[in-house]
């Protein structure tokens, strides 16, 4: 699944835009929420359609796809409710939750853009920090692989966009870095590829006694709390230095909606490879959102 950049990019280019859109993705969530809680507590009378991943369905909708109605039903502790739902569960986690994962997932990706196009521009890389783009292309190719493997559109789509993105960023980077910063991003890819490489000829020629694709979900799981806990550093120099400057808040609550749209759609389909990470991932943006409000200035 898809995850934020360990560097600090102005998310969205037009303010009002990104704030719109990070404003619709929040008011999806307690939607989202809801329909979990009532498939966790399993209300009787509720009726759920089956659904898997299909890429001739990749949205899982179905013409005929039952609505259905929580009926009059006995809850912990003796009491009633009566609750009406014109959205079925399964419509809302593993249709909307994954859909706007999958939106946020891509515009995070995105973020570095307009930065690597104005140093593209410019013909310099100025500040631009190149560490992050390779590490966004191993961990988009790790869960790549995984979601082929399990045959899951949700996160085939935005792990390829980041991947394209991803190597965009890094060779434009390489091409304009000097001599040390290309054997460095190099050295990073490198190792990326290496890691993955090895973790597929492993997967598929038996040498772990667990299926491929735990293997590459595993590896996928190890890149991306790399990927995760890098900004781990920045909110360290923002509590010692008592300035958030550093700290995007709109990237920050787009890492927590990200985090917690995937959480809730890995938690419906049951895959610990996606509700896991993606789960920690929440929490480590909420405490980068958490910095920036004690520490703005």
Known sequence: ?????????????????GRSFLLLCTLLLPLSANALVSTSI??????????????????GISLKQKQFVLSRSNLRGGATATKASVLSSDLVLKTLAPLCGLLVSIAMFSSPLPAVLKAQKDGALGELNLQ????????CAAWLTYALLVKNVW?????????????????????????????????????????????????????????????????????????????LATISTVIKTKNAQSIDPLLTVAGILNGLFWFMYGRAIS???????????????????????????
């Open 132 to 139: 992050p783009y390779p590490a966004q292309c191993g961990n």
């Open 42 to 59: 399993g209300l009787s009378g509720s009726k759920a359609t089956t659904w898997k991943p299909s890429f001739s369905r990749p949205f």
């Open 1 to 17: 699944s898809p995850y934020p950049t360990v560097e600090t990019h102005r998310l969205f280019p037009v303010t009002m835009a």
């Open 271 to 297: 895959d610990i490879y996606v509700w896991g990470p993606n789960g920690i991932g929440a929490i480590l943006a909420t405490i980068s959102t958490a910095c920036y409000l004690v520490y703005k200035k």
């Open 155 to 231: 996160i085939v789509i935005p792990n390829i966009v980041g991947l394209s993105l991803g190597l965009f960023f890094t060779y434009t980077g390489h091409a304009m870095g000097s001599v040390q910063q290309k054997s460095s991003i190099m050295k990073s890819f490198v190792s990326y590829a290496s890691a993955i490489g090895l973790a597929i000829i492993a997967a598929f020629s038996g040498v772990f006694s667990i299926p491929a694709k735990e293997v590459i979900g595993r590896v996928g799981i190890a890149l991306l709390m790399i990927y995760y806990c890098s900004p």
